[in-house]
């Protein structure tokens, strides 16, 4: 992308047609497609040549039309207090929204694997944000257990909700994604309850070496 094309004499106008080439992206991602900036730039309705000044090449387009979710928490204006509930909320939001964008996120994955050096960085960028929702929804752990076994549970829910394990449910172990859902779902309270046993157990480790 020429940031000084974009930021130079007619920015509104520029922005719209870079939106325009990223929401055509979107809608050929979702229909499964592995679109070319020649494809989104016809069904943008864009000429290729100033396509081609806002995405060079492919996966330079592609990066972008991933989705941008601005959000810090999944757990809404009123959320539950109970840690459970919370990790409830954060699961089923993270997962309904696994599951709208499956194949932007498939390709996104397939790119990640893919590409090396400045390439994966920045897709890298673009991912992660489940990490702090999770974080998020465990905030009432903090203080009853340690730190580190906070950040060691989170790594852990993350291993079971995301992309990837959706893609080893259903294209490996043939769930459905219904079931595959209600798996992760599973696999993260199952998750939480083991901390929350091994944290009551080391405090009451502790209070028998205080003795």
């Not at 992308?1 to 050929?28: F, W």
Request: hydrophobic share 40%.
């Amino acid at each position: 992308m020429s940031i000084s094309y974009e930021t130079t004499g007619r920015t509104r106008q520029k922005a719209r047609t870079r939106q325009a080439m990223v929401a055509a992206a979107r809608d050929l991602l979702a229909a499964g497609e592995m679109p070319t900036v020649e494809q989104a730039a016809d069904a943008a309705g864009v000429s290729r040549a100033t396509a081609y000044r806002y995405f060079p090449n492919q996966r330079d387009m592609l990066v972008a039309a991933h989705p941008e979710i601005e959000a810090r928490s999944l757990l809404g204006t009123d959320p539950p207090d109970d840690v459970g509930a919370r990790l409830d909320c954060a699961v089923d939001e993270l997962t309904r929204m696994l599951i709208k964008n499956e194949p932007v996120l498939r390709t996104m994955l397939r790119l990640s694997l893919e590409s090396e050096g400045s390439h994966r960085e920045r897709l890298l960028l673009r991912q992660g944000r489940a990490i702090g929702w999770l974080e998020d929804a465990l905030q009432p752990l903090r203080g009853s257990i340690p730190r580190a076994d906070v950040r060691r549970l989170v790594y852990a829910i993350r291993c079971v909700v995301g992309v990837e394990a959706l893609v080893w449910l259903c294209d490996v172990a043939g769930l459905s994604r219904n079931d595959a859902v209600k798996l992760m779902r599973w696999s993260a309270r199952g998750l939480l309850r083991g901390a929350l046993a091994d944290g009551k157990a080391s405090r009451g480790r502790e209070k028998r070496h205080r003795r």
